[in-house]
C-alpha cells in the first residue's frame, strides 16, 4: 500500500483550473481541496491573507502555486489561524479590561452593566472554565448580561485563515492555485438489492453519499470520489476520525443529467460526479452512481458454524459482470441492504443487510444477510480416538438437517479441517467437494419435511 502526498493527490484533480473548487473525496475522512486564489503580486515580498481554508486544514500540506508555471513564487512563511472570533475569545482578549454587558429586565427593558473581565473562561481547543467579572467591587461567576464589546481587536479574525509571506520574481497578476488536505469530508456507498417475493433476480440501484464537517461551504465544487484504502501516516494525538460528529442535513440531490464516471487510478478507483455540486457544512447529499436490473443473485443456505454460527446461514451471491444485469463496475466498499416485494400488496420488506468490501469487476459477492428460520440443524461429535504414539487422531461427527419449508432446497454444510496438515475423510455419507486445503463442502438436497444426517470421520495424520 503507497503512501500518499499531496502532489500524488493533486495530480487526481483535473489539469485546468475550474471555475470553482475541486474536491478529491476519499472515505477516510479527509479530501484534498483545490481552489484558484486572485493575486496581484509586485516583485519581492508580499503579504497575502486567505480566509476560505476549512476548520480541519493540515496546514502542512498548503500548496501555492502558479499552476500556469509563469510566476515564481515562494513561501517565505506561513501561518494558520483557526481562532475566529467567538464571545469566549473577544472575552479573553479583554481580561483586566472594562466593558459593557447588556441586561434586559422582566419588563423587557434594556440597561448597561459595567463590569471588569477578571477571567474569560475561554480556552482554545479545550473545556472552558466558569468566566469571572467583577461587578460594583463585587466578583460573579457569571455573565451579568450580553457582553458588548468595543472592537474586534487588532489581532481577531472573522474566519480560520492562512496567511503567508511571499516572494515573487516579477510583478503580476495571476490566478494562483491552492491546494491542501482537510479532515471533515467524507463518502461512503450503500446500495439497494429489491427482489420479488420469490426468485433469484434482483434490481441493484448504488449510491455515494458525500458528508461535509469542514466548516465551510464548497460552491459548484466538483467531485471526485477515491475508492480503495490509501495508507495515511497516523498523528499520535486525537485525530478528526475521532471526533464527536455533529448533526448532518440530509438532502438528496435531483437526477443527474449524465452518469458517474470510473476510471483506475494508481492502485484505486476514482469516481467522478457528473456536474458541480453545492456542499453546505453540516450537510449530507447522494447522487445515484449505479442501477442494474434482472441482476441474477441466487440465495444459497450455508451450514458453516466457525463463519456464520449455529444455525443455517442465508447468502446472497452474484457476479460483478456486465453480462450479469449490466454490472462490470468496480464497486467501492459499502452497506448493503436486501428488500424483497410482498406479492400480496406490492409493497418492499427489508429481509437483511451487510457490508460490501471493495470488489473489482468480474469477481463475485457473497453476503451473509441473517440466519434461515425453517431449515432446523444439529451438530454434534459422535467420535474420537488418539493412536497409542500420538502420530494420528480420528474424529467422527453428524449433522442433522431438517427442512421445514414448503419447498425443496439445498444446504452447503461446510467443515473446516485445523487440528492438523494431512487429513483426509476416512468416512463420509455424502460426497464432498475439497474448497481448500482445510475445508470440505457437502451438498445435501432436502424435500420439504424430509430430514437428512450428513456423518464424516476424518483422520489427522502426524507422521
Given at each position: ?119 474569560s ?19 460573579r ?44 469530508l ?76 470510473e ?26 452512481f ?29 457476479k460483478?459482470t ?84 414448503a ?40 424435500q ?16
Amino acid at each position: 500500500m503507497k503512501p500518499i502526498t499531496l502532489a500524488s493527490l493533486l495530480a487526481a484533480l483535473p489539469l485546468a483550473l475550474p471555475a470553482g473548487p475541486a474536491l478529491t473525496i476519499y472515505n477516510q475522512n479527509f479530501a484534498v481541496v483545490r481552489e484558484t486564489i486572485p493575486l496581484e503580486l509586485k516583485a519581492g515580498v508580499n503579504a497575502i491573507n486567505f480566509a476560505g481554508a476549512t476548520t480541519q486544514v493540515e496546514p502542512d500540506s498548503v500548496v501555492l502555486r502558479d499552476a500556469a508555471g509563469k510566476v515564481g513564487l515562494r513561501i517565505l512563511e506561513q501561518s494558520y489561524r483557526a481562532d475566529a472570533a467567538s464571545q469566549g475569545l473577544l472575552l479573553a482578549l479583554n481580561e483586566g479590561k472594562e466593558i459593557d454587558f447588556l441586561v434586559t429586565d422582566q419588563n423587557a427593558k434594556e440597561y448597561v452593566v459595567k463590569g471588569r473581565v477578571i477571567r474569560s473562561g475561554y480556552k482554545a481547543g479545550g473545556e472552558a472554565a466558569t468566566p469571572i467579572i467583577e461587578v460594583d467591587g463585587k466578583l460573579r461567576f457569571s455573565l451579568p448580561g450580553q457582553p458588548v464589546f468595543p472592537s474586534l481587536g487588532d489581532d481577531a479574525i472573522l474566519q480560520p485563515t492562512l496567511s503567508w509571506q511571499v516572494n515573487a520574481d516579477q510583478a503580476a497578476k495571476l490566478q494562483a492555485e491552492l491546494g491542501y488536505i482537510t479532515g471533515g469530508l467524507s463518502w461512503q456507498a450503500a446500495y439497494n438489492l429489491v427482489a420479488p417475493e420469490k426468485g433469484d433476480q434482483v434490481d441493484i440501484v448504488g449510491w455515494v453519499t458525500v458528508s461535509n464537517n469542514t466548516g465551510k461551504r464548497f460552491d459548484e465544487a466538483t467531485i471526485k470520489l477515491m475508492a480503495g484504502d490509501v495508507n495515511r501516516v497516523q498523528p499520535e494525538v486525537e485525530n478528526y476520525a475521532m471526533r464527536q460528529r455533529k448533526g448532518m442535513v440530509m438532502a438528496a440531490m435531483a437526477a443527474p443529467v449524465a452518469d458517474v464516471t470510473e476510471k483506475s487510478f494508481d492502485e484505486f478507483h476514482l469516481y467522478s460526479l457528473p456536474r458541480p455540486v453545492t456542499l453546505r457544512d453540516q450537510e449530507t447529499k447522494q447522487v445515484e452512481f449505479l442501477r442494474a436490473t434482472g441482476v441474477t443473485a441466487p440465495q444459497l443456505y450455508i451450514f458453516d458454524q466457525q463463519k456464520y454460527g449455529a444455525k443455517v446461514a442465508t447468502v446472497r451471491e452474484f457476479k460483478n459482470t456486465k453480462e450479469n444485469g449490466g454490472l462490470g463496475l468496480p464497486l467501492p466498499k459499502g452497506r448493503a441492504r436486501f428488500y424483497r416485494q410482498d406479492s400480496a400488496d406490492g409493497r418492499l420488506e427489508f429481509v437483511g443487510e451487510n457490508n460490501l468490501d471493495h470488489t473489482a469487476k468480474n469477481e463475485t459477492v457473497r453476503l451473509y444477510t441473517g440466519d434461515v428460520f425453517d431449515i432446523a440443524v444439529e451438530k454434534k461429535q459422535t467420535d474420537s480416538s488418539m493412536s497409542s504414539r500420538n502420530d494420528f487422531r480420528e474424529e467422527s461427527f453428524e449433522v442433522k438437517l431438517r427442512n421445514r419449508k414448503a419447498e425443496p432446497v439445498e444446504v452447503r454444510v461446510v467443515e473446516h479441517f485445523y487440528s492438523g496438515p494431512n487429513w483426509k475423510l476416512v468416512q463420509q455419507s455424502d460426497p464432498h467437494e475439497k474448497t481448500d486445503a482445510q475445508t470440505a463442502e457437502f451438498r445435501v438436497k432436502l424435500q420439504p419435511d424430509e430430514e437428512k444426517v450428513v456423518s464424516y470421520r476424518v483422520h489427522y495424520d502426524w507422521r
